[in-house]
């Protein structure tokens, strides 16, 4: 009987990858009949079988290459010995991988590398974790015959990434490095330089490392098989001893990691090849930026202070509690309980945040809790819901590799998205086509091997009028997909939106001059768009973050509906999440109108629910957001918010607004890892847990819920729920949860999306995708496939209105803001890591001929000023950018960017127009000032 | 009438609201139902107090929106 093919044992390297094949073919190896996908490699089926076949040049994250000849095996009937990993299975073959030929091959080869390797193992930083060493022992060579001779052990060690060494001395130039940057990374930093004995690994022509295009993702340190590449905490700490699988805190891809470390010491971060989200990839933040959890600047003991300008106080933990709370009651008395309010954060747990949102609902019995969604992905939020009936991305991130057209809008995702722009990078190596709609050429527009079909660089500010003039073209030259419309669609808003779209102030012509982009490119993009086979929309803040980002939003759930690129692999309207846990804060019920699950409160069945469940009569008004809060702060109606995980001073428009309302309130209680901007207003410090000190769950983009596990202990002695909940029983409200798990059960038996999940059901499949259900025990990976969650598709009409803020002759440059790969948000986290090597300060890119005009040069300073407010920064002469348009980051305080981004916001949702600020530049001679 | 920043917000959101409305029919209604949706009481009453002081400042919509509220 045949073995059965069982799924890849965990952490066993198989050596090339999984094939797609769904038909399979019977081998023999050494004796043993097995079935495999047809197309498989006998290395891998070998090792699926249970043997494993010597090898060092291959790895199943990679292509075989076939050149370290040490995998060489006999088929019967076939002359020589082929290596392996090269070569596929074919139905009724015989196969010998241990034979006292092949035995005798491959202690020639091993011996060959050994004779130019150091013979330092037991001094190694890899000994016990070298592949090379391991092939030594596996292959049994005991002795090196060949006497010195010319050879690489004198070769230098680069040091100049602040992560990694690449000790030359010990490379065996198998090229995993460098298929690794290609391959995964699609970088292409790396190559095999000169020939023969002379071949060496080379990043970026001859250079060091850190001067070399290379982006830190470590996907070479990963695919290493010797000591060549590696972490240097492992070359200064030593081989970890313990693992611990987790989740990533920085960006909405969400990857699995695996935590190794030595007692309670983190040594390095180790993406999880099985990872559903990264599938064994990483960026350079979350496989290397992560020594702010340990950084001297955390605060472990709760601080307390009367006034804002008087000193903090080291307090314990009851007396930080009952002072909070002393303060939120008084508040209570004396301005009624709609004085008080809460913000959760994505960067904290659903666990954490859920119990943040009940205390603000149930105990301090106000529906004032708002997230820090409000200031990216909130019109997702209210755009999908309206369109497709739910506040999720349709996809998971497997389904770019089926897609056959790419449209990216208002994203960066190889700098903000890392892992998942590598996926999205495969997928256009392999042909896939690209449309980018974005004002700045971002690197996908022109990178290695890519090449966008159509970039429609924009007017900020113009997205609506560009995606109505995509709809137009579509819809007038008949490329809608009549069949999914009227089997899928409410065809009365179908007919409605048809006869919008069409009308001719719709046209690529008539659009053409507000939104800077060519009638013919907008023409070319639909037809290539509409003609897709499969089209996949992913979008960032470059889409949300504007007066109509709802509208936006609506426009393109409206060109996916109509083309029929909706409920199945390979399309979809994907919204690329900013921070880990949006998705999961605004699952979670952190806005002021909804429960968890996106159910207003105002629907009396759902009320109930949690009424009965929490004990409490809850309010059946929505509350305020941010903004709102802000705003009656300034009016002296409202005096008091517990902020979480959120530096609202510095991530928040308009700054000197954001601190006028700080400043007037009574009690302002922050909960972080460091004191930040925010807490300079605050009168109450709790502090905070890193993602490895977390017990719980983050929900990445894909609505991926993946488990983030503790690797130490809290430095502060509290989980961060057990903080809140501290607060809710001293206010007079008790949550009693004796773990993260029982709050997740709460939560899935409050909210129908969640229902099966629990942390036992994520142990035992790893990530689970909601909804999670009766109907999808496992979880669902593409949604809207049968129907809508709504029913039916809804389109809306999405007339274009320009956003209020335009260029002025006193203000005549339009600045956008974004991130950069190597720093996060507002740089709490990775501005006390070495990541400061690759951006140390913000930067004013700005066009030639603009810095012309102004008499600036690259590297001068310069003063933004916008009718809010004005900074300094440096100025960078760049060509990613139009005339007209400036763009900078927002990661250093110092820099202040939002003093000038101004109040205006999304129409329906307020999210703030970050993305569109008109000013002026001028030279300045001052060094940068904070606000 | 001197607005404070708080009240310049109001009017601009609701001006906001009402030039955006996705369906141009009935505009008034939709703005009932937004506000309901996703204000609070305080701020509609706000908005109502202001509205009667300085209606000037205000879309026709909107005003035929905060006539429905009655």
């Given at each position: 009987m045949n073995k059965p093919i069982e799924i890849a044992i965990e952490d066993l390297d198989l050596g090339t990858p999984a094939t797609l094949s769904e038909s399979t073919v019977t081998v023999h190896i050494d004796g043993n009949a097995v079935d495999v996908p047809a197309g498989i490699s006998i290395m891998r089926a070998a090792s699926l079988a249970g043997t494993q076949i010597p090898k060092l040049c291959a790895t199943d994250s990679l292509d075989a290459f076939g050149s370290c000849r040490l995998c060489l095996v006999e088929v019967e009937g076939r002359k020589g010995t082929p290596a392996s990993c090269t070569t596929p299975c074919e139905d009724g073959m015989s196969v010998k991988t241990q034979t006292p030929r092949l035995d005798k091959l491959r202690k020639g080869v091993m011996e060959l590398y050994i004779s130019d390797h150091p013979l330092d193992c037991l001094t190694c930083s890899a000994n016990g974790d070298c592949e090379l060493q391991d092939m030594a022992g596996v292959v049994g060579l005991r002795s090196v015959r060949y006497e010195e001779g010319s050879n690489h052990l004198a070769a230098s060690t680069d040091n100049s990434n602040p992560y990694f060494s690449f000790d030359a001395s010990k490379c065996i130039v198998c090229s995993r490095c460098v298929r690794a940057c290609s391959e995964?990374?699609?970088?292409?930093?790396l190559t095999i330089a000169a020939r023969g004995f002379e071949s060496k690994v080379s990043p970026s022509e001859e250079n060091a490392f850190l001067d070399s295009e290379c982006v830190s993702c470590g996907a070479c340190v990963q695919a290493c098989p010797t000591a060549t590449l590696q972490e240097k905490q492992v070359i200064n700490l030593g081989v970890p001893t313990r693992k611990v699988k987790t989740t990533c805190a920085y960006c909405g891809v969400g990857c699995s990691f695996v935590a190794e470390l030595r007692g309670d010491e983190l040594v390095r971060m180790v993406p999880d090849?099985?990872?559903?989200?990264n599938s064994g990839h990483s960026c350079v933040k979350g496989r290397f930026a992560w020594g702010y959890a340990t950084h001297s600047d955390r605060i472990t003991r709760p601080l307390v202070r009367e006034t804002t300008d008087s000193e903090w106080r080291e307090v314990d933990w009851p007396e930080a509690i009952a002072f909070a709370a002393d303060r939120f009651k008084a508040i209570q008395q004396q301005h009624g309980i709609d004085a008080l309010g809460g913000i959760t954060s994505s960067r904290c747990t659903n666990e954490e945040v859920y119990v943040v949102q009940k205390m603000v609902r149930a105990s301090l019995r106000t529906n004032n809790v708002d997230t820090c969604a409000r200031v990216c992905h909130s019109p997702t939020g209210y755009g999908l819901k309206q369109?497709?009936?739910?506040?999720?991305?349709?996809?998971?991130?497997?389904?770019v590799q089926k897609a056959d057209v790419i449209m990216v809008i208002g994203a960066n995702p190889t700098d903000a998205h890392p892992v998942f722009g590598s996926r999205m990078k495969r997928r256009l190596r392999e042909g896939a086509k690209l449309i980018v709609i974005d004002p700045r050429s971002i690197d996908l527009v022109q990178s290695p091997h890519i090449k966008a079909t159509e970039h429609l660089q924009l007017q900020p500010g113009t997205n609506v009028a560009v995606v109505n003039a995509l709809a137009h073209v579509i819809a007038t030259e008949g490329w809608i997909d009549e069949a999914f419309v009227q089997e899928r669609c409410d065809v009365a808003s179908f007919n409605a939106w048809r006869r919008f779209i069409t009308l001719s102030e719709n046209s690529p012509e008539s659009l053409a001059e507000v939104s800077g982009v060519p009638a013919e490119a907008i023409r070319s993009a639909a037809a290539t768009y509409a003609k897709a086979g499969n089209g996949a929309i992913y979008y960032g803040l470059g889409v949300t973050e504007h007066s109509q980002g709802s509208t936006m939003v609506m426009a393109m759930a409206n060109l996916a509906m109509a083309t029929g690129n909706i409920g199945r692999d390979g399309v979809g309207v994907n919204p690329l999440r900013g921070q880990n846990n949006v998705q999961g804060a605004c699952d979670m019920g952190s806005f002021p109108h909804e429960f968890s699950g996106y159910r207003h409160v105002s629907d009396d069945t759902v009320r109930e629910q949690f009424t009965a469940l929490w004990g409490v009569d809850l309010r059946e008004e929505p509350g305020m957001r941010i903004p709102n809060m802000l705003d009656a702060a300034v009016s002296g109606q409202f005096r008091g918010i517990y902020i979480q995980g959120e530096d609202i001073a510095q991530s928040d428009p308009n700054s000197q607004h954001v601190a006028d309302a700080l400043n007037a309130m009574d009690c302002v209680i922050v909960q972080d890892l460091f004191l930040n901007e925010t807490s300079k207003f605050a009168h109450v410090f709790l502090p905070g847990t890193s993602f490895l000190e977390k017990d719980g769950t983050f929900t990445n983009a894909e609505r991926r819920i993946n488990r983030v596990r503790p690797v130490v202990p809290p430095a502060s002695g509290m989980a961060e729920w057990q903080v809140t909940c501290a607060l809710s029983e001293a206010m007079g409200y008790a949550m009693d949860y004796a773990s993260a798990s029982e709050i997740m059960d709460e939560i899935a038996a409050l909210t129908p999306t969640f229902a099966g999940v629990s942390f036992d059901l994520l142990d035992e499949l790893g990530s689970i995708q909601w909804p999670?259900?009766?109907?999808?025990p496992e979880g669902t990976p593409i949604m809207h496939a049968q129907r809508f969650v709504r029913g039916e598709g809804q389109f809306i009409t999405t007339p274009y209105v320009p956003t209020d803020e335009r260029s002025t002759r006193k203000f005549p440059l339009l600045l956008t803001t974004g991130r950069i790969l190597s720093q996060y948000n507002v740089g709490a986290q990775t501005r006390r890591t070495d990541n400061t090597v690759w951006h140390a300060e913000d930067i004013l890119e700005i066009h030639e001929a603009d810095a012309e005009l102004r008499g600036v040069s690259d590297g001068d300073w310069i003063e933004v000023a916008s009718r809010a407010g004005s900074t300094r920064m440096r100025a960078h002469i760049s060509s990613d950018i139009p005339a007209g348009v400036v763009y900078t980051t927002f990661h250093h305080p110092v820099s202040g960017t939002n003093v000038i981004t101004t109040d205006n916001s999304d129409w329906a949702t307020n999210c703030p127009e970050y993305k569109v600020t008109a000013v002026e530049i001028r030279p300045s001679s001052a060094i940068a000032v904070g606000m | 009438m001197t607005l404070d920043y708080s009240q310049q917000h109001l009017i601009k959101m609701a001006n906001q609201i009402a030039g955006n409305m996705p369906s141009r029919e009935n505009v008034p209604a939709q703005i009932v139902q937004h506000m309901a949706q996703f204000w609070t009481p305080p701020m509609r009453a706000d908005l109502k107090k202001i509205a009667e002081n300085a209606p000037d400042s205000f879309s026709d919509d909107v005003l035929a929106a905060l006539a429905l509220q009655d």
């Open positions: 995964v990374q699609g970088t292409f930093a090849k099985h990872g559903g989200a369109t497709f009936g739910t506040s999720a991305g349709t996809q998971d991130f497997a389904s999670c259900n009766e109907q999808a | -």
